[in-house]
Structures are given as structure tokens and as C-alpha cells.
């Protein structure tokens, strides 16, 4: 809201779990999973080699927490005279582009299922009958769909078919209303 990033750094103590040592981040008292929890990105500089890395992966030593497209580990420029100190400002913005990114992505998609679920709606509507309810059925089998579309298409035209108290009869390949069903299976067994 405030278009502020805001850099926490802690300092890790060690724990033994066996033979391996584990990091954890080092705040005292309930408040480290809240302030951890609304962390977006979360990592751990090492020194790998002559190399400063953060990792920002979970590994089997420490957590981490990577999201928004940022790669699992990052190593540091080595910082001269010359070379500008901007590694932050880097990788903020890189996060913001990405959100950005994902945001327009999932607008699109969000538009184009919303589309087809208008188009859906249209045909479950059309439902009257079993001939309509055979008609919708083909339609329905012919949309593109997007996002959950499909199953949520199919749970309509199920409801939409339990409304009108119509079932399908796969050896007539055809809908039927399920008391015409009942009133065929009573006379075949008398």
C-alpha cells in the first residue's frame, strides 16, 4: 500500500537434529512464525566458496521461502569501485514485474473462464427437455474449456438434468425421465 519493501535480517541459531545442524531464525518468543509467515521471500546468506549466496530454497539445513518467480538461489555480485551496490533494488523489482506479470496472466484467464462459464450457463439454460438436455450435452462437449469450466459444467447439466427429473439411458443413448426408466423396468419384470 505504502510501495515501500521492507528487508528483515535475522540472525540464525543452530540446531541438532542426529548428525545434521539445522538453522532456524533466531526472534525469541511466539511472535517468529507471524513475522515469518508474512514474509514473502525469505533466505539464508551463505558463503559458497568465494561466492555470497542467498538461498531462498527449503533445504534439509534451513527453511526457505521463494515465490514469485525468483530462482531458489541468487549469488550476490561481488561489489568494486565501479559496480553499482543495487542488489535489492534488483530483486524488488524483479518480484514487482512478476507480480505484475502473473496479475495480467491471471486477468486473462479470469476473463476467458468467465466467458466460457457465461457460455455454459447459456446452454444449461436452454434445458427444457430431453431432447434440449441431448442438445446441450453435444454443445457442451464442443467448448474449450478454462480453468475448472469442465467439472463445473458438469455438475450443472447434472443438476440441471436432476431439476427436470431426467437421467441418461446409455442402450437408448438417449435422456429419459427416470419415471419413464422405473415404469420400463416394473413392466419388464412382470
Known sequence: MLN????VIFHAREEKDGDISKLRILIEGQSKDSVWQSMDLGGFLQIQGNK?????????????KCCHGI?????LPQLDA???NDFLTW????????????SEAHEKSKAEYEAVMAEINGIIGTIEDAKSAKKAGEKLKKI???KTSLTES??????????LGLKYDREADDY???????ASTNAESA
Do not use: C, M, W, Y
Not at 4 to 7: E, L, T
Not at 54 to 60: R, S, Y
Open 4 to 7: 515501500k519493501n521492507v528487508v
Open 71 to 75: 530462482p531458489p538461489s541468487i549469488a
Open 176 to 182: 429419459v425421465s427416470k419415471s419413464e426408466e422405473k
Open 82 to 84: 565501479d559496480s553499482p
Open 52 to 64: 555470497r549466496v542467498i538461498t531462498f530454497a527449503n533445504t534439509e539445513q534451513h527453511f526457505g
Open 144 to 146: 474449450e474449456h478454462r
Open 154 to 163: 458438469q455438475i450443472l447439466f447434472k443438476k440441471r438434468l436432476d431439476e
Open 91 to 102: 530483486l524488488f523489482s524483479r518480484v514487482n514485474e512478476n507480480i505484475k506479470r502473473d
